[in-house]
């Protein structure tokens, strides 16, 4: 049994290789048009008060603890006043400072070219230590 696809004369229609794009752009509209219809839906979302930005001055309060992290990862206590030699070593101060009431905020300064490994060890290390304020100490921006 055979099958017989063309008639072999050379007078056959041209084979038509293009993609029909028709029912693409159709399906785009149509997607289009829910997504246009849905937006205002998915966008309705759950009401919240976001935090204002404020820039206080930074007044450092003697009893605050403050750290230092330079560009190399060292690790300094009360500013740049007494070098910590380990993560272990910045444990044991930190411990010995949590039990004071009230209890000290610690104030990290980080260097802007220090790795973030550096910086999160350390708050790792004082928050293990049972400290519940830590907050960075950063420049503020250049008025213009």
């Not at 004369?9 to 997504?35: A, C, H, R, W, Y």
């Not at 750290?67 to 690790?75: A, N, P």
């Not at 004071?100 to 999160?120: F, L, N």
Request: aromatic share 4%; no cysteine; charged share 25%.
């Amino acid at each position: 049994m055979a099958m017989q696809i063309g008639s072999g004369d050379g007078d056959d229609e041209q084979l038509n290789s293009t993609i029909n794009t028709t029912p693409l752009v159709d399906i785009m509209l149509v997607l289009l048009i829910i997504f246009i219809i849905t937006s205002p839906v998915v966008l309705q979302l759950a009401k919240v008060d976001l935090p204002h930005e404020k820039n206080d001055p930074y007044n450092p309060d003697a009893k605050n603890v403050i750290i230092t992290v330079s560009k190399d990862g060292d690790i300094f206590w009360r500013g740049n006043r007494k070098p910590i030699s380990s993560d272990d070593e910045l444990f044991q101060e930190m411990s010995k400072v949590a039990v004071i009431v009230p209890q000290p905020e610690v104030h990290i300064r980080g260097d802007k070219d220090a790795k973030y490994e550096s910086i999160g060890k350390t708050i790792l290390t004082v928050q293990r230590a049972g400290i519940a304020k830590v907050g960075f100490v950063l420049e503020p921006p250049d008025k213009q």
